[in-house]
């Protein structure tokens, strides 16, 4: 769980996505060795194989700047890790949920829940906490497939969530292992 903690860190940390009118300007990305897929918005920066601290981040994409030295900017992020193969959704969601406190500075869950409707089954936990002096609240998409845990986390400020939301929640639908 090492590698998730920085990856959420790093996707509050990092700043960066924009309203994905209902994903009208869409790109679909899939990464050349993992082989996992996700659409998101086509105007938001993105970037295979991250490197951050001393891991790897699949993929990570960050919305165009609205303004010169902007503090934050709305952003998603890939990880994926490797779990046991008896592990389900349901476990790896819970074994997160666990550590997830002791990783993120003044994290609290705000609600969870099964994604419906979405091209892989999985699991979602909204929260808040607070980087580097920001309030940030985030979405993060849990999914297992084969022994990998894969999160999709989706991030922005406490005060602009309400706007990505739906973006989020449609980008963490298209997500497939």
């Given at each position: 769980m090492r590698t998730l903690h920085a990856a959420w860190g790093l996707?509050?940390?990092?700043?960066?996505?924009?309203?994905?009118?209902?994903?009208?300007?869409t790109a679909t990305f899939t990464h050349k060795t993992e082989g996992f897929?996700?659409?998101h918005?086509?105007?938001?920066?993105?970037q295979e194989d991250v490197?951050?601290?001393?891991?790897?981040?699949?993929?990570?994409?960050?919305r165009p700047a609205k303004a010169e030295n902007e503090a934050f900017r709305e952003n998603l992020n890939v990880v994926i890790e490797k779990i046991s193969h008896k592990m389900t959704t349901e476990g790896y969601f819970k074994a997160n949920l666990k550590t997830?406190?002791?990783?993120?500075?003044?994290?609290?869950?705000?609600?969870?829940?099964?994604?419906k409707g979405g091209a892989t089954p999985g699991k979602y936990l909204?929260?808040?906490?607070n980087q580097g002096g920001l309030d940030l609240k985030a979405i993060v998409f849990f999914?297992?497939?084969k022994g990998q845990g894969y999160t999709l986390t989706c991030t922005s400020t406490l005060d602009q969530f309400d706007l990505y939301q739906k973006l989020f929640l449609q980008v963490g639908k298209t997500f497939k292992p």
């Amino acid at each position: 769980m090492r590698t998730l903690h920085a990856a959420w860190g790093l996707g509050l940390a990092l700043a960066f996505l924009a309203p994905l009118s209902a994903l009208a300007a869409t790109a679909t990305f899939t990464h050349k060795t993992e082989g996992f897929s996700l659409q998101h918005p086509g105007d938001w920066t993105a970037q295979e194989d991250v490197a951050f601290q001393s891991f790897n981040i699949p993929f990570l994409a960050v919305r165009p700047a609205k303004a010169e030295n902007e503090a934050f900017r709305e952003n998603l992020n890939v990880v994926i890790e490797k779990i046991s193969h008896k592990m389900t959704t349901e476990g790896y969601f819970k074994a997160n949920l666990k550590t997830m406190p002791g990783a993120l500075p003044e994290f609290k869950a705000l609600n969870s829940g099964d994604l419906k409707g979405g091209a892989t089954p999985g699991k979602y936990l909204v929260y808040r906490q607070n980087q580097g002096g920001l309030d940030l609240k985030a979405i993060v998409f849990f999914f297992v497939k084969k022994g990998q845990g894969y999160t999709l986390t989706c991030t922005s400020t406490l005060d602009q969530f309400d706007l990505y939301q739906k973006l989020f929640l449609q980008v963490g639908k298209t997500f497939k292992p």
